[in-house]
């Protein structure tokens, strides 16, 4: 069924399980399960700063820092950014895998290897939203293409 926070409507993909956000800083959270490819689970969290947030680029920078090579050294080339448009608003979109920490700051509970982050900033007439997928690299290929649907459903309301 639809989902609505504030101005932008959205649909999430059958499969996901929608939870308490686990921080006030998280509009929305969603588990997706690694059951179906036998690795953990996914996590998807949805912020809305007010104000830019700091920036998108700034923000897709943060999230790049937090993953590395198995070797330790920044896993920056890694990084595949491209720009899209959903409901008439600009969209960047990142893909990035290796070890990821998002530091304790976050709530990171250490480095985890062999992860993947697929995020997107939908740029909304009001503030930016900002969607964050984490995982498993098994899970998050498994649920890729429900995540990009999920992006591509963001709307304005009519």
């Known amino acids: 069924p639809p989902a609505s926070a504030e101005q932008l409507h959205f649909t999430a993909p059958e499969g996901w399980i929608q939870e308490t956000p686990s921080s006030p800083m998280r509009r929305v959270q969603y588990r997706l399960p690694g059951a179906p490819v036998g690795s953990g689970d996914a996590d998807l969290a949805i912020f809305v700063f007010p104000g830019t947030g700091g920036g998108v680029d700034a923000n897709l920078q943060r999230w790049v820092q937090q993953f590395s090579n198995p070797d330790g050294s920044p896993a920056t080339e890694q990084a595949e950014v491209r720009r899209t448009e959903v409901g008439g608003m600009r969209v960047s979109m990142l ?5 990821y920490d998002p530091g304790v700051m976050a ?14 900033v939908v740029e909304a007439p009001a503030d930016p939203w900002f969607i964050k997928l984490t995982g498993p690299i098994p899970t998050i290929d498994y649920w890729e293409r429900s995540f990009h649907a999920f992006v591509e459903s963001f709307h304005l309301p009519h």
């Open 95 to 99: 893909d990035i895998s290796g070890t």
């Open 107 to 120: 709530g990171g509970t250490g480095a985890q290897q062999n992860f993947r982050m697929l995020a997107a």
